[in-house]
């Protein structure tokens, strides 16, 4: 067998794993890898980023809509230490991506060589596996066990840190599969008595309430779910991470829970008597102050991370394994049921809201724009097909609350790490995902500007985004804290902005800047009408709210609306 | 120290593959939960290519519940678990180096070997070496005697070893379970 060399050995195992996209960004100690490349370009099609925050999150949304494993390629010292913020995003989000880097040769390791940066020391605790490659022999096998780790049982972010030695030297190559390792079980057996203990407890429920997590949606499990709700007529809400799980006009689907989710499900998690929580995590953002948090309910929870069970909440049935099977599993057991009045009682919450908040929102005839009703007639203006993307802010509330859902894998935002700066690398990644969707980005003049710079990428690579800017001219979000709850102190949140269309007609990129509602529909209408990237700059009321709101640390019950 | 009293010493049982970097990925788990170690011990176990390794803690039950399973969650961790006392036999081993003259001069050097189970291990003109294995207390009682005595030019004591006092020997039975259902998973 003909020996090669480390750097196309690593090539060859990425796409032995199915890989035909990388986003990265080359630098010295990686170059033996994008030499390599160069003769690659017919079966890896490399997107070069702008920053290497960027090519991590545009894996992520590559990852988030595909269902597959993003790669990020980076250099050593400064170009993997830019990938920190992507890595822990994914690891909190459990994304699946592989982020190789190159690294010093072997002999200068430890001796703080130029660019040298601990990788392993920094990103172990931030990702599901690090792994310094030392040698060409070990590349394939280092590469099928990343994917394998990154995509299977809950998925997260895996580094590989290549020296230059490994990538240099040569090897003969063959191609590796892994799909055991003894110190690893991605998929725990359910357990019989647990599934009956949960389809018990449900069978004896008056007032069930599943909340669904991103579980379902990297569980592949939807269809699962919406049997499993419907054979009890079950009603459920979803995390913003598990939006699109179900469809948005789906009749048991009654909301999202959370922060600034909806007055119904965070008002009926205190109120049933059997919680179901399916694929999520009881994070601090959806159940407020735990000592108030369905202490009334019996509490069974399906996840496939047994480290989840107990951690926040004290559960009385866990039910471990992959939901895909588990919720079979217990439906089988269930009996055919009817809530009728149980789920009634959803709507007068709805009705309250509609009323209070969305209205005002979304149908506001007078005044300046705002955010929800800018996002609310995109989404009708692309359909219910599209994949929306979000920064994080005011902007993701917004965008995430009034776009609506016809297919799963449909939301792409940063949900567990809150990264400012994710929304317009995500986009181009969820773009180059799913490339016969639309992708709508909503992001704000905060965020917009910690990774603008990859509006050259989108130049470059011809992404077809379509980028909505909400501009209030604040860190909204921020300034709505301080608003609330800091006497309207506004320290260091107001922003001189540039003129953003300029900067967008700098990359050709065309676009408008809106005021107006009649303005707001012509640029939408343009937007829509026009193949490749379009920035839209909306220019909202400055100090808009997002309501409803559960202030941190309070009960779910404590949800403030503004003025009634 | 004050909360300390009311907490539990656990000891934490871990094994793992023997890969660079595991002791980090373990210690900052406890790190993360604001958790002291107090004694670690790492070695090879019995089974070949499987590290094992013993790590003592206070803290309380829901805590120590869940940092296990974080610890168990990394990749190469094959199997970890926590037990307090009752649950162990356990041990640490203490040396302790003394002026061989004070020690002679003492004169009663043979009633504490005896009352402490410890043992001479090497001895010149200048120093003697003693060494004793036991629990915490029963080490430190020695150190304190010997201190107090005639002072004490060294001292060190290693991190506490245990075995477990159940039948079962968890490790083996948890590998075995998984080659079946290796085995079990490829022939469907
Ligand atoms: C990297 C990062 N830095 C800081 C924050 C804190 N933060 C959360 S939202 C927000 C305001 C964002 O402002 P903008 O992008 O204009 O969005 P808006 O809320 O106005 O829609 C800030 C500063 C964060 N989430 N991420
Ligand atoms: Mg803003």
């Given at each position: 067998?003909?020996?090669?060399?480390?750097?196309?050995?690593?090539l060859?195992?990425?796409?032995?794993?199915?890989?035909d996209?990388i986003f990265?960004?080359p630098?010295?100690?990686?170059?033996?890898?994008?030499?390599?490349?160069?003769d690659?370009?017919d079966r890896?099609?490399?997107?070069l980023?702008?920053h290497?925050?960027?090519?991590?999150?545009?894996?992520?949304?590559?990852?988030?809509v595909?269902g597959?494993?993003?790669?990020t390629?980076?250099?050593?010292?400064?170009?993997?230490a830019?990938?920190?913020?992507?890595?822990a995003d994914a690891?909190?989000?459990?994304?699946?991506?592989?982020?190789i880097?190159?690294?010093v040769?072997?002999?200068l390791?430890g001796?703080d060589?130029f660019?040298?940066?601990?990788?392993?020391?920094?990103?172990?605790?931030?990702s599901?596996?690090?792994?310094?490659?030392?040698?060409?022999?070990?590349?394939?096998?280092?590469?099928?066990?990343?994917?394998y780790?990154?995509?299977?049982?809950?998925p997260g972010p895996?580094?590989?840190?290549?020296?230059k030695t490994?990538?240099?030297?040569?090897?003969?190559?063959?191609p590796?599969?892994?799909t055991?390792?003894?110190?690893?079980?991605?998929k725990?057996?359910?357990?019989p008595e647990?599934?009956?203990q949960a389809?018990?407890l449900?069978?004896?429920?008056?007032?069930?309430f599943?909340?669904v997590?991103?579980?379902?949606?990297?569980?592949?499990?939807?269809?699962?779910?919406?049997?499993?709700?419907?054979?009890?007529?079950?009603p459920?809400?979803?995390?913003?991470?598990g939006?699109?799980?179900?469809s948005?006009?789906?009749p048991l689907?009654?909301?999202?829970?959370g922060?600034h989710?909806?007055?119904a499900?965070?008002?009926?998690?205190?109120?049933?008597?059997?919680?179901?929580?399916?694929?999520m995590?009881?994070?601090?953002r959806?159940t407020?102050?735990?000592?108030?948090?369905a202490?009334?309910?019996?509490?069974?929870?399906f996840?496939?991370?047994?480290?989840e069970?107990?951690?926040?909440?004290?559960?009385?049935?866990p039910?471990?394994?992959?939901?895909?099977?588990?919720l079979?599993?217990v439906g089988?057991?269930?009996?055919?049921?009817?809530?009728?009045?149980?789920?009634e009682?959803?709507?007068?919450?709805?009705?309250?809201?509609?009323?209070?908040?969305?209205?005002?929102?979304?149908?506001?005839k007078?005044?300046?724009l705002?955010?929800g009703?800018?996002?609310?007639?995109?989404?009708?203006a692309?359909?219910?097909?599209?994949?929306?993307v979000?920064?994080?802010g005011?902007?993701?509330?917004m965008?995430?609350?009034?776009?609506?859902y016809?297919?799963?894998r449909?939301?792409?935002?940063?949900g567990?790490?809150?990264t400012?700066g994710?929304?317009?690398?995500?986009?181009m990644?969820a773009k180059?995902?799913?490339?016969?969707?639309?992708?709508c980005?909503?992001?704000?003049?905060g965020?917009?500007?910690?990774?603008?710079?990859?509006?050259g990428?989108?130049m470059q690579?011809?992404i077809?985004?379509?980028?909505?800017?909400?501009?209030?001219?604040?860190?909204g979000?921020?300034?709505?804290?301080?608003?609330?709850?800091?006497?309207?102190?506004?320290?260091?949140t107001?922003?001189?902005?540039p003129?953003?269309?300029?900067?967008?007609?700098?990359?050709?990129i065309p676009?408008r800047?809106?005021?107006?509602?009649?303005?707001?529909d012509?640029?939408?209408?343009?937007m829509?009408?026009?193949k490749?990237?379009?920035?839209?700059?909306?220019?909202?009321?400055?100090?808009?709210?997002?309501y409803?709101?559960?202030?941190a640390?309070?009960?779910v019950?404590?949800?403030?609306?503004?003025?009634? | 120290?004050?909360?300390?009293?009311?907490?539990?010493?656990?000891?934490?049982?871990?094994f793992s593959?023997?890969?660079v970097?595991l002791?980090?990925?373990?210690?900052i788990?406890?790190?993360?939960r604001?958790?002291?170690?107090?004694?670690?011990s790492?070695s090879?176990s019995?089974?070949?290519?499987?590290?094992?390794?013993?790590?003592?803690?206070?803290?309380?039950k829901?805590?120590?519940?869940?940092?296990v399973?974080q610890i168990?969650?990394?990749?190469?961790?094959?199997?970890s678990?926590y037990?307090t006392?009752?649950?162990?036999?356990?041990?640490?081993i203490?040396?302790?180096?003394?002026?061989?003259?004070?020690?002679?001069e003492?004169?009663?050097i043979?009633?504490?070997i005896?009352?402490?189970?410890?043992?001479?291990?090497?001895?010149t003109?200048?120093?003697?070496v003693l060494?004793?294995?036991?629990?915490?207390?029963e080490t430190?009682a020695?150190?304190?005697?010997l201190?107090e005595?005639?002072?004490?030019?060294?001292?060190?004591?290693s991190?506490?070893?245990?075995?477990?006092?159940?039948?079962?020997?968890?490790?083996?039975d948890m590998?075995?379970?998984?080659?079946?259902?290796?085995?079990?998973?490829?022939?469907?």
């Open positions: 067998m003909n020996s090669i060399s480390g750097s196309e050995a690593l060859e195992s990425l796409i032995h794993e199915g890989v996209t990265g960004y630098g010295g100690q990686a170059i033996p890898i994008y030499d390599a490349l160069y690659y370009k890896l099609n490399h997107i980023v702008r290497e925050q960027g090519a991590t999150h545009a894996a992520q949304g590559y990852a988030r595909s597959k494993v993003g790669v390629l980076v250099t050593s010292g400064p170009g993997v830019n990938t920190i913020t992507g890595i690891m909190m989000d459990s994304t699946p991506i592989v982020v880097a190159g690294q040769p072997d002999n390791l001796t060589a660019q040298e940066v601990d990788v392993i020391g920094v990103t172990q605790p931030i599901k596996w690090a792994y310094q490659v030392r040698s060409a022999d070990e590349i394939a096998w280092a590469v099928a066990r990343a994917f780790i990154a995509s299977t049982g809950r895996v580094v590989l840190d290549v020296t490994a990538q240099s030297g040569k090897v003969a190559y063959q590796h599969k892994i055991y390792i003894r110190s690893y079980i991605p725990p057996d359910w357990e647990r599934i009956a389809a018990a449900i069978n004896q429920a008056e007032k069930p599943a909340i997590g991103q579980g379902v949606i990297l569980g592949n499990a939807e269809s699962e779910l919406l049997a499993f709700l419907r054979k009890a007529d079950i459920a809400a979803t995390t913003m991470l939006l699109s799980a179900l948005s006009d789906e689907n009654t909301g999202m829970l922060m989710g909806n007055i499900p965070n008002l009926k998690t205190n109120e049933c008597d059997v919680l179901i929580a399916i694929g995590r009881f994070d601090d959806v407020g102050d735990l000592t108030q948090y202490k009334q309910a019996k509490i069974i929870h996840d496939i991370d047994l480290a069970i107990n951690k926040n909440v004290t559960v009385d049935v039910v471990i394994g992959d939901a895909k099977e588990t079979v599993e089988k057991l269930l009996n055919p049921n009817q809530h009728t009045a149980w789920r009682s959803f709507k007068p919450h709805w009705e309250r809201e509609r009323q209070v908040v969305i209205q005002k929102e979304l149908h506001s007078e005044g300046p705002r955010m009703e800018v996002v609310h007639k995109v989404s009708q692309v359909g219910n097909k599209a994949i929306v979000t920064d994080v005011q902007n993701q509330m965008g995430v609350r009034y776009f609506s016809g297919q799963t449909s939301v792409v935002t940063s567990g790490l809150g400012e994710f929304g317009l690398p995500a986009a990644g180059i995902g799913a490339p016969d969707r639309t992708v980005l909503f992001v704000g003049d965020g917009l500007q910690m990774t603008i710079q990859e509006l990428t989108i690579s011809k077809d985004v379509k980028i909505i800017l909400l501009n209030n001219n604040y860190l979000m921020v300034r709505q804290w301080q608003e609330l709850f800091w006497h309207e102190r506004y320290s260091h107001e922003l001189q902005n003129d953003f269309l300029k900067i967008a007609e700098a990359y050709h676009g800047s809106v005021s107006t509602r009649d303005e707001l012509a640029a939408i209408r343009e829509t009408s026009m490749g990237a379009y920035f839209l700059e909306a220019n909202v009321e400055n100090k808009g709210m997002v409803p709101m559960v202030p640390g309070t009960a019950t404590n949800i403030i609306l503004g003025d009634e | 120290m004050n909360n300390m009293e009311k907490k539990t010493l656990y000891t934490v049982t871990i593959e023997n890969t970097g002791l980090n990925q373990v210690t788990i406890f790190a993360r604001g958790l002291n170690i107090e004694t670690l790492v090879p019995a089974i070949s290519g499987i590290h094992k390794f013993t790590i003592t803690t206070f803290t309380d829901a805590m120590i519940t869940k940092v399973k168990d969650k990394r990749v190469d961790i094959v199997k678990y037990n006392d009752e649950d162990l036999v356990f041990q640490e203490a040396l302790y180096k003394l002026a061989t003259n004070k020690l002679l003492m004169g009663s043979e009633d504490i005896r009352r402490y189970n410890a043992r001479i291990l090497d001895m003109e200048t120093w003697t060494e004793k294995t036991g629990h915490y207390d430190q020695l150190f304190k005697e201190s005595k005639i002072g004490v030019l060294q001292f060190i004591r991190g506490r070893v245990a075995i477990t006092k159940s039948k079962v020997e968890r490790l083996s590998l075995a379970a998984m080659e079946a259902k290796l085995n079990r998973d490829k022939s469907v």
